[in-house]
């Protein structure tokens, strides 16, 4: 099994930034893509942003040029810094990790954690 851990969460004001954190254990060996995706009350789990093993990255349109995606190099440890937050960007973030291709639909991944919850609001 993989275990999936975010953290980094909170409460912050419109406009304000936040930094993610996400760490894997487990069955797993060598380095990975791996993405962050996020989920709305009464929203589907929808992609965020990704990142390659070989630090290659792609953006929801709704995140691009304000959440930089990054990762520890050679360890399977991934960060998202947002910045310039909005209330629609209230959800819990969780991260994951696959091939490139399944990290695009995450309806086919699995092994999800708990997640950490972002709250933007005045």
């Known amino acids: 099994q993989v275990q999936h851990v975010e953290s980094g969460g909170g409460l912050v004001q419109p406009g304000g930034s936040l930094r993610l954190s996400c760490a894997v254990s487990?069955?797993?060996?060598?380095?990975?893509?791996m993405g962050w995706y996020r989920q709305a009350p009464g929203k589907q789990r929808e992609l965020v942003a990704v990142?390659?093993?070989?630090?290659?990255?792609n953006y929801a349109d709704s995140v691009k040029g304000r959440f930089t995606i990054s990762r520890e190099p050679g360890k399977n440890t991934i960060y998202l810094q947002m910045n310039s937050l909005k209330s629609e960007d209230t959800a819990v973030y969780y991260c994951?990790?696959?091939?490139?291709?399944?990290?695009?639909?995450?309806?086919?991944?699995?092994?999800w954690g708990q997640g950490t919850q972002v709250t933007v609001s005045s």
């Open positions: 990142i390659s093993s070989g630090g290659n990255t």
């Open positions: 487990g069955s797993i060996f060598g380095i990975h893509d």
């Open positions: 994951n990790t696959g091939k490139w291709e399944r990290l695009l639909l995450p309806h086919t991944l699995a092994y």
